[in-house]
DNA sequence: TTATGATTATGACAGCGGTCATAGCACATC
DNA sequence: GATGTGCTATGACCGCTGTCATAATCATAA
């Protein structure tokens, strides 16, 4: 879990992902951002003229970066490229944390969504464009397996959404069945969705 | 959105899960609590000697029945009983709430989870157990409507974690466009799971 | 009325946390 | 060496917030 040391700016912003992660907004102390990055306190108000809110805001965008830069990553590491199996990959991230952890960190985003949707306009764009941001290339991915285009879109959207509620009720369930659960009954429905090209179709999926 | 005036103490009860809703545990503030039920701020260490958590926990508490409650009621009022239906129901109460005021605040539970989880024990188990609360009259309704148990369990978990991670894109975008991809998507699934015993399905519900 | 327990009123306190002001340091360029 | 510019250091301020102490009020039963 510890990454990118690329110097002391990067490494504030990821610590306040992480402050982020465990306690939400209000956990994002600058002082503390600035000790659990090992860098200096002054630089706060240098790196981020905008204070904590900029903080916040730029920890978010880096988090929907990492989540889709994941995606190609386990794209790449599927032995058996299937809709479900990049799921299965997307959610063993987390399952994986918790069993070697013992606790479950949320999701940077939803955290920040949950506690400033209302109160920092620009922290809600940074997470409507973060999770775009990470939806984006599973859309992709999902294409590139055979999805239609627009339906590709909407399981991306449907994919993201189940996971983060299933995060939720793990980390309250402080267990990953929610998790796991989630994975197994979306199978079927992400695989249905590829369509064999000159093949008998599965099914078709209308609105 | 107002509702049950039974005294002082539940009105700062639900005053605390809206806050909740809005930002998160940071954004309940004791004295808002008691400003915002029209309940004399000296009654807050009266009722809740346990402080700002107990106030927290029984705003998580409140949600969960009131989540778990609005289940039968969705399901009285459906006029054709099917997985898919209920689960539209369920997310148009926030779809509305979002075209209705402009804006969408978000669940108290999840907003607690996020916040609390591992900062306080007592509010990550009451979290999970509004959770349970939530999910098990959705599972018994899909068990009436002719889901096998073992698989009404899991999709309730789905439907529950899909609305959840669709309420959060939502508000981060401001738009309903994920909360009615995901019911859409879904649909398919939950009424593929209905087993139909001999004929027409139209079975008994729960209790 | 009086007593007793439930509620409300209020002020103070202590801690925290974001922000700002101001100064010090390092280093490159001229 | 002078000078400017990126970075760091530090302390103070101020507003907010949860909590507590203490007392006043009220209701009800004896």
């Keep these: 879990m510890v990454v990118a040391d690329r110097g002391p700016r990067q490494r504030m912003v990821f610590s306040a992902a992480q402050l982020l992660r465990r306690g939400g907004v209000a956990a994002v102390g600058m002082r503390e951002v600035a000790v659990q990055a090992r860098a200096p306190r ?37 032995s058996e490229p299937a809709p479900s199996a990049l799921f299965a990959a997307m959610a063993r991230q987390w399952t994986d944390e918790l069993s070697a952890t013992g606790v479950l960190a949320g999701c940077p985003v939803a955290a920040a ?23 984006r290339p599973v859309a992709e991915t999902l294409t590139g397996m055979g999805v239609p285009p627009e339906r590709a879109s909407a399981l991306a959207t449907l994919m993201v959404s189940a996971l983060e509620g299933a995060i939720l009720i793990a980390r309250a369930e402080r267990s990953s069945t929610a998790l796991t659960t989630v994975v197994r009954e979306l199978a079927p429905l992400l695989d249905g969705a590829v369509e064999r090209t000159r093949g008998v179709s599965k099914r078709r999926y209308g609105r």
Excluded: I, M
């Design 42 to 78: 002054g630089s706060l108000q240098h790196y981020f003229p905008g204070g904590k809110e900029q903080v916040v805001n730029e920890a978010v965008a880096w988090a929907g970066q990492y989540a889709a830069g994941q995606v190609s990553r386990f794209l790449a590491a599927l």
């Design 113 to 135: 969504t949950a506690d400033s949707a209302q109160t920092a306009e620009s922290t809600r764009t940074n997470a409507a464009e973060a999770f775009a941001c990470w939806r």
